[in-house]
């Protein structure tokens, strides 16, 4: 999806993936190590859009900075923690340049990752895992290749999908707490299709 079709799918009043958090989001703060005393954990959502799980994270406590390519994304986000009574950081970057400054207890990513061209993803992860805290986590969904499904219609030119168990490859020595492989269905472009997807939550040794 380019910046444009991003820009446009953001600048209405509704919000396009709704306003309630993804069971991703749920389930990454299920693994959330305790908060150490008197400081909050720091969150990261990478690709965060209109916010729905930034905010989510804030709610529950986090320090929380959305990062979005779109702009209009992330006004919707700061209107949105405003109507929750949350504080939320925003940032407008691309997940193949963003330079973040850490450290973080999660660091967070649905939807976004694809954009990572395969060349940059040792050196990409890299950073991520780096600006995280001992012992946080990494909550990522990626898009995979799958044998039996045909490319999606709404797949652009600067997405790239995963190779099949590609994503633990880049976390060596980090803990895998959950793993999820599934098929699911969608009609966001208005053609009924089929995506392959897996969720992993990662966690850094101490």
Do not use: C
């Not at 306003?19 to 954990?41: T, V, Y």
């Not at 400054?101 to 895992?129: A, C, M, W």
């Amino acid at each position: 999806m380019s910046y444009e079709q991003r820009q446009r799918m953001y600048a209405g009043d509704e919000y396009y993936w709704g306003r309630e958090p993804n069971g991703f989001a749920r389930r990454a703060l299920e693994f959330l190590p305790q908060s150490p005393k008197n400081a909050k954990l720091r969150a990261v959502d990478v690709g965060a859009g209109e916010g729905r799980d930034a905010v989510f994270f804030a709610k529950n406590g986090l320090e929380t900075l959305a990062v979005d390519v779109s702009p209009n994304g992330l006004e919707k986000a700061l209107h949105l923690a405003g109507e929750e009574g949350v504080n939320l950081g925003v940032e407008q970057g691309d997940v193949n340049s963003l330079e973040l400054e850490g450290p973080f207890d999660l660091v967070y990513s649905i939807g976004t990752i694809q954009y990572l061209s395969p060349e940059n993803r040792p050196e990409r992860f890299g950073h991520l895992k780096e600006q995280t805290a001992p012992g946080g986590l990494h909550a990522l969904f990626a898009f995979v290749d799958h044998p039996d499904l045909s490319p999606a219609p709404d797949l652009m030119e600067d997405e790239h999908l995963y190779a099949p168990g590609e994503l633990p490859g880049y976390y060596t020595g980090w803990e895998v707490l959950h793993s999820r492989a599934f098929v699911f269905d969608d009609d966001s472009d208005g053609i009924p299709h089929r995506h392959a997807a897996e969720e992993y939550v990662f966690r850094k040794p101490l």
